[in-house]
């Protein structure tokens, strides 16, 4: 099975609303490296979107 990334969605009071989103920003860079490391997890971020092929090409109807 293939793994899948996902963020954390969080929810905390006024006060800590730096503290969380400072966390999220990070959790995402993370993710993005991640993806961005690797060959196949960015082909099946590409091909989520609909705009893409499994193999990574642009569908024909988004030229």
């Known amino acids: 099975m293939a793994p899948y990334f996902h963020v954390n969605n969080l929810?905390?009071?006024n006060s800590s609303s730096a503290k969380v989103m400072e966390a999220e920003a990070r959790q995402?860079?993370?993710t993005g490296k991640?993806?961005?490391a690797s060959k196949s997890a960015a082909r099946r971020l590409l091909a989520a979107t609909g705009m893409y092929t499994s193999k990574g090409e642009?569908?024909?109807r988004f030229r």
Do not use: D, E, N
């Open 11 to 13: 929810i905390f009071s």
């Open 28 to 30: 995402l860079r993370q």
């Open 58 to 60: 642009i569908k024909p």
């Open 34 to 36: 991640r993806i961005a």
